[in-house]
């Protein structure tokens, strides 16, 4: 949003019926009239709430503590409605005028019972680039490596620089399960300039440093495009574009190194797939796994020829470094 907006919002006691103009409506049905009502007067959005998915699970709206959508969302998971259905909810609505907003505050005020319509408030737009550009600094990434924002000068370090464009929820290195890949990276030989498989690749960060430790060719896998298009930018960056390529899915070619960086249900999703081209005698790094995940994650992967390593914690999530038998 360019301009400033004006929002007010909505609580309702009980969501599972609300009374509008004498009907019984669900949320949704009012949400859905209401737009129709206000779209062409002002209305230019509505939040109905947030469910993060490490809340969900404690909600009941979720049968597993940890979430991860291998392709996309079921159609019918919808945590904020599934929320809301239990009880309270709060909407807010947005409008591109205070006329508008005020219209729309006095008729619902007469229109819906068994509500609360709270005061309206005036939404100035921020610069949000300029405002993550002054929380985002560089900092140590292991012992060996410095991760460097795109706007910051480099400086005379000993560490290995990894620049980046940091892009919201695509990874910036400071999360336990990349430490873990890194670190168990640094510890294999690099001599014969490896090929590398980096599953679930995100903002690239894994493939970058497989590039800069020595590894031939890179094949970032990642179903996100947004986050492909910020690997790509980060690969510019630190002059391994010519080394890592990154697609949207897998393709059939074989590699001496794995890495998987993601969550226990696609690892074993696609355990077939990964051992599937991985090299006999290559080598696998897995993590985002908590403790409870660990020996799952060895059975399935033993199961299918690999031995295991190396076995590293940091805080409540671990990592794995296998070898396939050859």
């Known amino acids: 949003m360019n301009q400033a907006t004006y929002r007010f919002s909505v ?3 009980e969501s599972s019926q609300i009374i509008y103009m ?7 049905q009012l949400l859905g009239l209401f737009w129709e009502h206000w779209k062409e007067q002002g209305l230019v959005g509505i939040h109905e709430g947030t469910v993060l998915s490490e809340e969900a699970f404690d ?3 979720e049968k597993q503590a940890w979430i991860l959508d291998s392709g996309e969302t079921p159609v019918n998971r919808d945590w904020v409605a599934s929320k809301n259905e239990a009880g309270k ?16 505050q006095e008729w619902l005020s007469f229109a819906l019972q068994n509500k609360e319509v709270r005061a309206i408030e005036e939404v100035i737009p921020e610069d949000w680039n300029a405002e993550w550009k002054k929380s985002f600094k560089r900092f140590s990434l292991g012992k060996n490596w410095e991760v460097v924002p795109s706007w910051e000068k480099k400086k005379d370090s000993n560490k290995r620089t990894l620049r980046i464009l940091p892009g919201a929820g695509f990874g910036t290195g400071t999360h336990e399960t990349t430490q873990l890949c890194l670190e168990l990276m640094e510890n294999l030989s690099w001599k014969g300039s490896p090929s590398v498989l980096d599953f679930g690749s995100g903002s690239g960060i894994l493939s970058i440093a497989a590039a800069l430790l020595g590894a031939s060719s890179v094949l970032g896998v990642e179903i996100d495009s947004l986050a492909v298009d910020n690997a790509k930018e980060n690969a510019e960056l630190n002059g391994v574009e010519s080394k890592v390529q990154f697609i949207s899915s897998l ?9 998987a960086n993601i969550l226990r249900p696609v690892l074993i ?3 077939d797939a990964l051992i599937q081209r991985l090299r006999p005698g290559g080598r696998i790094i897995l993590s985002g796994l908590i403790e409870s995940d660990v020996k799952e994650i060895q059975s399935r992967y033993s199961a299918l020829g690999v031995t295991w390593e190396a076995v590293s914690q940091k805080n409540e999530w671990w990592g794995l470094l296998g070898l396939l038998k050859a």
Do not use: N
Not at 22 to 28: R, T
Not at 89 to 104: D, I, P
Not at 253 to 259: P, R
């Open 11 to 13: 609580s309702f006691k």
């Open 22 to 28: 004498d009907q019984g409506l669900s949320l949704e």
């Open 59 to 61: 909600l009941g709206v």
């Open 89 to 104: 909810a709060t909407v807010t609505l947005y409008f591109s005028s205070q006329e508008a907003a005020c219209a729309a």
């Open 251 to 259: 393709e059939d070619q074989s590699y001496d190194l794995v890495i």
């Open 269 to 271: 999703e696609f355990s």
